[in-house]
């Protein structure tokens, strides 16, 4: 670990409450928007009085609470307040239907909804009673203090919604055990310390914006600067006013920012750039690292293993790979059969071992108690590792073409595609097919004028056939002004389906 970075206890709350009052690091900033500044000091104040609040407001140990705010430091303090009380935080993503929004508070028996001025209303979209919504002011922070150290690191300490890119989305119970795991592994794969300061642009209901950018960096001392909702064109002078050091972004964030101009001030203290949550191609993968003039470091995790199960070592990071395992889980392949992939360069299911599981999905039905995931988590995603342990994804099991019997990788078709030159970003779909089964379609957003104009579909098709076998080809090519995303920032692969096929 980290000088400076002790072994913690059992589960973080029992770790943040000593550290954030050691001298030295007390006084240094822990977390800021553009209206509100903490210092480490001042945000364990903050969230054991606002963990106060909620105690005295009813909310008890094992309830789960439902968070409504707008992106801000304040939220932040209040998803840590619930934890630190004991119970679970449930951010709720923006402009929520408030169908979904009462599926989801019946299906995770959600007790409580904390909201700000700008959200009470989304209390009666949940259908919870008004005496369950508090409304979170000031004063919350500065009530008596009442901080939960002794939480059993199996309770559940995060729950969260998946995109529901197969269907409808699931609740993933987190517990605190798993958060500690991967607070742990990003700490010390990623160097974080003091002397960090983090960029974060990722939404806090997600749980990259919370497990890798707000836990893990809490733990190590880094600051954390709190921008607004991400929007491409407001990075260049984010980066100039903050100059930090780290940013961690999803492949379409970084390809956005590819056309903007950033000053050389303005990258010079960045060390890093971190990619994860989606695939990204070497075409873009290149791209990128020429813009920053930095090595950008992919990772691979789901949020069913609490975030990050692998990540390429910061000094040795291989474009097209999704690093090595981080310590304290166990990352493995497993083939169709069920037996462990022992070779390197062959291809098997990867799996995932350890404490850094879930508790359980959420489902309909279920009345609020997680189906358990076992001991193993089998992710769907296809991989194979180099004889040097770093691991490669090659595709989804559901995800995989089916072609008059021959299996076909969306994945690889996509590489072919973004080699192309004037293709900014790519997807490859299945399309139903009354002979073959299934058939290829490739989504495709120009580079420059961005409407496909002066890019032709056979140039797409051949650039593919002459890669791959002709059975890779795209039966269809369809140009996007851009490519559908979900609300974690990932490519709605639900939606291109829907539109291959009709």
Known sequence: MNAGLPMPPSQLLAAFDPLWREPGRAEAMALRDESHAYTYAQLHHAVGGCAGWLHARGVREGDRV?????????MAVVILAVMAAGACPCPLEPMLGTE????RTVMAALKWIVVDDAHRHVSLQCGLPSDRCLVYAQAA?????????????R??????????????PKGVLQNHRGMLVNALGIAKRTGLSARDKLLHI????????????????LLAGSCIVLASRFKAEHMPDLLERHRPTIVTGVPTMYSRMLALEFSRESLRGLRMLRCGSAPITEELHHRIEAKFGLPLVVSYGLSEATCTSTMNPPGARRVGSVGTPLEGQTVFLRSALGAPVLHPGLEGEICIAGSSLMTGYLLDGGAGVPEPVGETLSTGDLGRFDEDGYLYITGRLKDVIIRGGENLSPGLIEEAIARVQGVAACCVVARAHADLGEVPVAFVVRQEDRDGKGLSVDAIADAVSSRLSRAHRPVDV?????????GTGKVDRKRLRELAQS
Do not use: K
């Open 478 to 486: 369809l140009f996007l002004s851009a490519l559908p995303e979900n």
């Open 202 to 217: 990722m939404p806090l209901h997600h749980t990259n914006g919370i497990n890798n950018q707000l836990l893990a960096p």
């Open 66 to 74: 439902a968070i409504a705010m707008e992106r801000s430091a304040r």
């Open 141 to 153: 922070e500065e009530h008596a203090a009442d901080w939960h150290t002794d939480i059993d690191p």
């Open 155 to 168: 309770c559940a300490g995060f729950l969260l919604f998946t995109s529901g890119s197969s269907g409808a």
């Open 100 to 103: 979904e929004a009462t599926r």
